[in-house]
């Protein structure tokens, strides 16, 4: 699982998580955002995956 260097909006998380899961970019996109109206950890659990998530190289 990997960040591409293209296809992405802010870091490449959702493109890199619908890619790995077989599903549209935006809809993952979409997902995530409906998921911030909800109680929980969505913005940490971003900026983790941020971080621990490769650039792919190519």
Known sequence: MTRPRNQRMI???CAGLAER??????????I???SCLLPGP?????LVL???MP????
């Open 11 to 13: 870091a490449g998380v």
């Open 42 to 46: 969505q913005f940490v659990l971003y």
């Open 32 to 34: 995530a955002l409906l």
């Open 21 to 30: 899961f077989g599903w549209q970019p935006n809809t993952v996109r979409l």
């Open 55 to 58: 650039k792919r190289d190519y």
């Open 50 to 52: 941020w971080v621990i």
